[in-house]
Structures are given as structure tokens and as C-alpha cells.
């Protein structure tokens, strides 16, 4: 049985749940999940400045505490949603590794990471539900710690669930684009908001023996 990473981002998490489902009717499934439209909202409520660099959530102290909250509030939902199979885990707990960026604040970049939680609940046949916090704790990107984990377990493929269709260029959706492509495309600066994590994470996961697919977009080595 081959093992599936599922990225899901915040804005589709509640609707996720079946196509986790049914991915794990045949294959091992472990979820990655964000919560960006819930944090973003919980710092506005907070009177927080909500600031990206790259794609990227700079992160404060009291920014963190926010992000947490909304990660928990996010996981507790999804895992509800799909049922006993689901384990929740955090990433800080169960020993996620990220190289801190301080240009960004509490900010690590992730690094492949094979947690025993994660392998525990899938070897139980369970499917493991991730919130992409790092030892420190550190924020992590979601599509960067969804790459990451996919590299350190050992995963076949990662397979992105988004509110959008895929990587467009010049207005349409690309089937398969090549990582050097991927890469060059990324450093062209010409890419905006949250496709440029979610293609770098795409990229990482393909050099590190992972298939990797965005919408309809698939990234090949």
C-alpha cells in the first residue's frame, strides 16, 4: 500500500474530509493542515499586524500564541470530521524540525523529519493529522512542513488540496511542469502570494523522491 502526505489548506479544511476518506480506503494517509484565513481573521480581531513576505506569515510572540489557537481549533475539526481513524499531533510535540528564520520572526524553514507518533498511528492503520508547528516552537509553513514530513517518512507522493486549480501561467493551468522549470519560474519573482510556498514545497518534495501535485498541477523530478 503506497503512503499518501495530504496537504489541506485552511480554507478548505471543512470540506476535506471525504477526499481524505477515500484516499485512505487505498492508501496510508498522513494530512498536513493549515488554518491561514483563521489566523489571519484572529489577528485582525487582535489588532496584530497581518504581514507576508514571499508567501510567508511573519510571526511574533503574540502572534504565535494566535496561531496555535487557530491550529488547534482547525485540527480538532478535521480530525472530528474524519472520524476515529484520525489522530491529531502537533508538530512542536512530536519533534518536527525547522531551521528558525529570523528575518520572519518565530519562522522555521522545516526540515525532513520522521516523528515515531506519525509512524506509530499510520503502522496502527490510523490516519495522522498534522499541525505544522516546529520544535521552539516555530510557525512552519503548512506546504513547506507537508513536503518536509513527506521526504522523512518516506512518503510516494504529496498531493496538495486547494481552493485553487493549479500552478496557472499566462492565465491557464499547467499539467506538468519540471522541477528546474518549477525553480526558475520561482526565482523569476513573477509568481504571487500562496502558490510560491506551495511550489517551492512541491519542488523540495520531488528532488527528495516524492511525487508532488498541486490541484491538477503535477511536479515532476
Same mark, same amino acid.
Given at each position: ?7 489541506? *489548506?485552511?480554507? /478548505? ?31 485582525? #480581531?487582535? *489588532?496584530?499586524?497581518? @504581514? ?5 506569515? &511573519?510571526?511574533?510572540?503574540? *502572534? ?8 488547534? #481549533? ?9 472520524? @476515529? ?21 518565530? /519562522? ?24 505544522? =508547528? ?5 510557525? &512552519?509553513?503548512?506546504? @513547506? ?18 481552493? &485553487?486549480?493549479? =500552478? ?22 513573477? =509568481?504571487? *502570494? ?21 490541484? #491538477? ?5
Amino acid at each position: 500500500m503506497s503512503l499518501v502526505v495530504v496537504k489541506v *489548506g485552511g480554507a /478548505v479544511a471543512g470540506d476535506s474530509a471525504d477526499a481524505v476518506l477515500a484516499l485512505g480506503e487505498v492508501h496510508e494517509v498522513c494530512v498536513v493542515h493549515g488554518a491561514g484565513p483563521q489566523i489571519s481573521l484572529e489577528m485582525e #480581531r487582535a *489588532g496584530i499586524p497581518v @504581514e507576508f513576505i514571499e508567501g510567508r506569515r &511573519v510571526t511574533s510572540p503574540e *502572534g504565535l500564541a494566535l496561531v496555535r489557537a487557530s491550529l488547534q #481549533r482547525v485540527n480538532a475539526a478535521l480530525c472530528d470530521a474524519i472520524g @476515529e481513524r484520525a489522530v491529531g499531533l502537533f508538530g512542536d510535540e512530536i519533534g518536527l524540525h525547522a531551521k528558525r528564520v529570523p528575518t520572519l520572526g518565530l /519562522v522555521g524553514n522545516a526540515v525532513p523529519t520522521r516523528p515515531a507518533a506519525v509512524v506509530e498511528a499510520l503502522d496502527a492503520g490510523k490516519i495522522p493529522v498534522v499541525a505544522p =508547528l516546529a520544535e521552539g516552537p516555530l510557525n &512552519v509553513n503548512a506546504d @513547506e512542513a507537508a513536503a518536509a514530513l513527506a521526504i522523512g517518512i518516506d512518503a510516494d507522493e504529496l498531493l496538495f488540496l486547494t481552493d &485553487v486549480d493549479g =500552478l496557472l501561467v499566462d492565465g491557464r493551468v499547467v499539467d506538468t511542469i519540471g522541477v528546474d522549470d518549477a525553480s526558475e519560474l520561482l526565482a523569476g519573482g513573477t =509568481l504571487q *502570494g500562496g502558490i510560491i510556498p506551495k511550489l517551492g514545497a512541491a519542488v523540495t518534495a520531488a528532488r527528495g523522491g516524492v511525487s508532488a501535485t498541486i490541484g #491538477r498541477t503535477a511536479v515532476a523530478r
